[in-house]
């Protein structure tokens, strides 16, 4: 029996992998559940141990089963937003979890996928900072070796192994898509702690914040540089979902929602941090998204509404806080960052060949100002321990980061691209590489996102048709003159 060729002609072409419609019903109701994750995490003692090694098994068997390299992405993009939560609910694993969990996910994939295009470069940066790490272990004793080095290098490794991943992963934007809800959705969790705990406080004083000691109520108990910066993170991944061309219509103003109220959480943290990383970034892909003259009605319309939503809310936060809101983000001190960039650059030029040696610089800092004070910019660090190695490592980060936003072939891919790396830039130029957004957000640039049609190859010219179905045959005449026959 013959079938209709209409009906064959009227059937949709298969998707390609991976492009199937995402549910988003099932995803808020996934972001409502890590409501009370969250809050469980908090508060009941061992929750947080038991989900950062179910989040490690469940990874592992991910990387080792996926059929596309992509899926080790969510995972990964899933740790790095959850990752702040474990340290903030003390879960008994070892501190740089997340990051070494990330690293073994993306290794995984990089060895089964054989994704080693173009990998060269960030191992070169890794292997670059090795000599500061063996000129101290003559130095110190084991006990410190054991802390120092891990602490530091950690941020680094996890970075190049992002890098070396994504450098070989595709992007399609519903895969984009994915990989920001699974940032978003643990940072959703974050958020219910803050509230949480922000809710039950019996009383704040707010006066504490403007002098950078702040009231870690705000913050569900734990480091505000830290819990802002995440919270900047979901601001900006919220934002671009709703910029999103894969996001349903229908959904964009929950997305926008979620936006206003972790910039809103984010900046009661009374750590600038949060709002100034998302700030540049989401300025940063405006720069690009305004481009496209399909999206400047999104850009035109998104930023009405986050000005109506900053002149509603803004003057409730600083009624509340007693003006102490609006006087911390007036304030221009940065917290002593400007003293450690001034040692590190010092450090860097009294010993440029080898540095001082992986987590030598607070000694360093401790001979100039008293105090063993951590650093905060990563760039200065990588001078001052590492030396020309660490130099020419920052070079190096420099190059990639240029080279993918150049390999980015329409405005949405250079928008996203570029937000990525700015994000990064300012992350490790307040908080160094304490969390592991910083090597999953930076190493996220390196993949090709695919947005619009490729390039195609010029065709080439066609054939020129004959004018006569038969081509004619010259004959010679008997009187020796050329005739044409058919």
């Known amino acids: 029996m013959l079938k209709n060729p209409s009906s064959q002609r009227l059937r949709p072409p298969p998707s390609a992998p991976g492009e199937a419609p995402i549910p988003m019903g099932i995803v808020l109701a996934i972001m409502f559940l890590h409501m009370f994750l969250g809050v ?9 141990t038991w989900h950062a090694f179910g989040s490690l098994v469940v990874g592992v068997i991910v990387a080792c089963r996926c059929r596309r390299p992509i899926t080790v992405a969510y995972v990964a993009a899933y740790v790095s937003g959850i990752e702040v939560i474990w340290r903030m609910t003390k879960a008994k694993v070892f501190t740089e979890w997340g990051k070494l969990i990330i690293s073994i996910f993306v290794i995984i994939a990089v060895v089964r996928f054989s994704r080693a295009k173009r990998t060269w470069l960030p191992i070169v940066y890794f292997v670059l900072l090795i000599p500061a790490c063996l ?20 941020g680094p490794f ?7 991943y994504f450098s070989g992963v595709k992007i399609t934007p519903t895969d984009c898509l994915r990989v920001l809800l699974g940032v978003l959705i643990p ?16 009383d704040f004083d707010f006066s504490v914040n403007v002098r950078n000691v702040k009231d870690l109520s705000l913050t569900g108990g734990f480091g505000p540089n830290q819990v802002s910066s995440t919270l900047g993170l979901g601001v900006l991944a919220a934002f671009l979902i709703v910029m999103h061309e894969r996001t349903p219509a229908a959904y964009k103003p929950v997305f926008f929602a979620i936006t206003a109220g972790l910039a809103t959480q984010a900046a009661m943290t009374f750590s600038r941090t949060g709002l100034y990383l998302a700030g540049g970034a989401i300025v940063t892909a405006c720069f690009f998204y305004f481009g ?15 000005a109506l939503a900053v002149v509603i809310i803004l003057p409730i936060l600083d009624n509340y806080t007693s003006g102490a809101l609006m006087d911390r983000f007036k304030s221009f001190d940065t917290t002593g ?23 030598q610089g607070r000694i360093f800092r401790n001979a100039y100002y008293g105090t063993l004070m951590e650093s905060h910019v990563e760039w200065s660090r990588l001078m001052a321990e590492h030396g020309v190695f660490g130099l020419a490592a920052l070079l190096i980060l420099i190059y990639l980061g240029l080279r993918n936003f150049a390999a980015a072939q329409t405005l949405r891919a250079r928008a996203i691209v570029a937000s990525f790396i700015v994000f990064t830039f300012l992350y490790t130029s307040s908080c160094g590489m304490r969390l592991a957004l910083a090597s999953f957000i930076y190493g996220l640039a390196c993949a090709t ?32 003159m050329p005739g044409v026959s058919r």
């Open 40 to 48: 469980l995490m908090k508060k009941v003692p061992g929750v947080s």
């Open 187 to 202: 940072i959703i969790a974050l958020s219910a702690i803050v509230a949480f705990t922000t809710l039950t406080a019996a």
């Open 158 to 164: 996890a970075l190049m192994a992002c890098m070396c």
């Open 337 to 359: 960052r400007d003293s450690i960039l001034l040692a590190d650059i010092m450090a860097f030029l009294s010993q440029p060949a080898f540095g001082l040696g992986v987590d």
């Open 449 to 480: 996102f695919q947005f619009g049609p490729p390039r195609r190859r010029p065709r080439p010219p066609a054939p020129r048709t004959a004018m006569f179905s038969a081509s004619p045959q010259v004959t010679v005449l008997p009187t020796g």
């Open 292 to 306: 496209d003259p399909k999206m400047r009605p999104r850009i035109l319309l998104f930023s009405i509404a986050m």
């Open 135 to 154: 000129i101290i272990i003559p130095e110190l004793p084991y006990e410190d070796l054991h802390e120092a080095i891990p602490y530091t290098m950690s």
